[in-house]
């Protein structure tokens, strides 16, 4: 086993201890404190050591001590140390497995907001002129029968530009949805992505009676959501946003699910600050929190535009770079902040269930399981443009090279490129988080290298930042804190609907004797190692 592919050593420090200015990487440059983390990628358990059996740990298995190496050798028996589980897994399953068949809406190309990252241009993607009309609704609901697996859920994602400036077809989708699920047994989920600036009559009735996933654009506290998330005559957005959302608490109570959609672009207020900001209002479920990525001339961090869509700027041109938020000089620090605050959020007296893509992974290490792909992209999941067209990305679909079909006709492209498993790719491949991550958004190396299954390397880094927090924040965790049910995900389009299966390692109380049934071991056989799930 080598440390780094197969598994991955992670000093804990205590949470409280100051870490401004540092800005290395994951792992740099950090007090390994007493005890460490260790992530075994086979199947995502999770191992408690002291840090100096971590440390002759992360140089290899062979350098442990004689009673370090009997214990690691009983956790391999006993608990699937160092087993293919997850690599049988992703090679045994179908496109099909561990998410939705998922359908995206592009509803219309207009949008009233001006946001300073806009990767649509403002909606229309550079080549939506029209909203989408009812003629679309027959064809979408055609590739539903022809490519949804059998028995398999059917998830809408209605999007934009702004949805709710079409609203009529997203009652007609609805209605069409629910005549075929009395008719046939299939199970339907509704989302939509909004500004929600907008809630034309007759919004907050579907949205109750459809049980809506309402996913919000909206940043933080005024002050930042007003400077992001301009309107295009240059008023300020929030009071708006928070007006409506009132309203739809009001009128629908918990039969909507509402998700703040974050995109984190400024130093401050902080990304602590900000969350905050928005936990306070007590109105959301969840949250999810993407870093802000945009266009810069190299060597410098003054972006050169704010337009992800801008269509200059879709591939890779000389001289320009696109920069991560969270990577920047500081902010890395802000976010490991937030991970040691973050599990105080969990207040009895406020209805926030958690981080969206903090608690897939956690859930992919407490409960056993793998993801199978970064996305659904090109596999369950495939925007329907007003135009007619098909594509596996709703970031793509300014460019006609990505598309992969038409409304009419279906799908007409082979896109093999979409469907590489990262035990396929020679760089994702060895990497010790490759089953949390999946393998890296193929839109954002397009972004940087041109090529869809070249690794940006920003983006990279920041998935492993990522992987390696949570794993730092649940290793530090409470049993109540890991044992919070976490069952909804599926529906609620993480990380683009990341496909993710249930691996077959035994429960951790099995594998340490504590539970029913026979009693191979116990916890202290284990010892240094403590097998924490």
Not at 242 to 248: D, G, I, Q
Request: hydrophobic content about 35%; charged content about 25%; aromatic content about 8%.
């Amino acid at each position: 086993m080598r440390h780094g592919t197969d598994y991955r050593v992670i000093p804990l420090r205590d949470p409280d201890e100051h870490r401004g200015g540092r800005t290395g990487g994951p792992g740099e440059g950090r007090d390994h404190g007493d005890t460490a983390a260790v992530l075994l990628t086979g199947n995502h358990r999770l191992l408690l050591a002291p840090a100096a059996t971590a440390r002759r740990l992360e140089a290899g298995v062979e350098h442990l001590l004689p009673a370090e190496r009997e214990a690691w050798d009983r956790l391999r028996a006993v608990a699937g140390v160092g087993d293919d589980t997850h690599r049988t897994l992703l090679a045994g399953s179908a496109l099909s497995d561990g998410a939705d068949f998922a359908v995206n809406v592009n509803l219309t190309n207009v949008c009233n907001l001006a946001c300073a990252y806009c990767f649509a241009e403002g909606g229309d993607y550079g080549r939506v002129t029209e909203a989408m009309g009812e003629h679309s609704i027959a064809w979408i609901f055609d590739f539903i029968e022809t490519h949804a697996a059998p028995d398999q859920r059917v998830r809408f994602e209605f999007f934009g530009g702004e949805p709710l400036a079409n609203l009529g077809v997203i009652e007609k989708i609805c209605a069409r949805a629910d005549e075929i699920a009395g008719r046939t047994g299939t199970r339907f989920v509704h989302r939509v992505s909004t500004n929600l600036t907008l809630l034309p009559p007759g919004t907050t009735a579907l949205f109750r009676d459809h049980r809506f996933i309402v996913s919000v654009s909206i940043d933080g506290g005024r002050q930042v959501q007003d400077a992001n998330r301009p309107s295009k005559n240059g008023k300020g957005s929030y009071d708006r946003i928070v007006r409506n959302l009132r309203r739809l608490r009001e009128e629908c109570g918990d039969a909507v699910t509402l998700v703040a959609r974050m995109t984190i672009a400024t130093a401050e207020p902080s990304l602590k600050e900000s969350v905050l900001a928005l936990w306070r209002l007590d109105l959301f479920d969840h949250f999810q929190i993407y870093p802000g990525v945009y266009p810069v001339r190299t060597g410098t961090t003054v972006p050169v535009a704010l337009t992800l869509g801008d269509r200059t700027l879709s591939a890779p041109q000389g001289g320009i770079e696109y920069i991560n938020h969270f990577l920047q000089p500081g902010i890395v620090d802000q976010f490991e902040e937030f991970l040691a605050h973050y599990p105080k959020l969990f207040d009895p007296g406020n209805r926030f269930k958690g981080v969206l893509e903090y608690e897939r992974t956690v859930q992919m290490i407490t409960e056993g399981a793998a993801a199978l792909a970064f996305c659904s992209g090109g596999r369950t999941y495939y925007t329907h443009s007003p135009d007619g067209t098909i594509s596996p990305c709703h970031r793509l679909v300014g460019d006609e090279s990505f598309d992969v079909g038409t409304g009419e006709r279906g799908i007409t492209r082979d896109h093999p490129e979409w469907r590489r498993t990262v035990d396929e790719h020679p760089v994702c491949g060895g990497c010790w988080a490759r089953y949390l991550c999946g393998g890296g958004c193929r839109q954002e190396n397009h972004v940087a290298t041109g090529d869809l299954n070249v690794l940006n390397d920003a983006s990279c880094r920041y998935q492993l930042m990522l992987a390696e927090e949570v794993v730092r924040m649940l290793a530090r965790s409470t049993p109540e804190y890991r044992a919070r049910p976490r069952t909804r995900y599926d529906d609620l389009f993480v990380s683009c609907g990341r496909p993710v299966l249930p691996n077959t390692r035994p429960a951790a109380d099995t594998a340490t004797g504590a539970g029913a049934g026979p009693a191979r071991s116990t916890a202290s056989d284990f010892a240094p190692f403590r097998l924490l799930c």
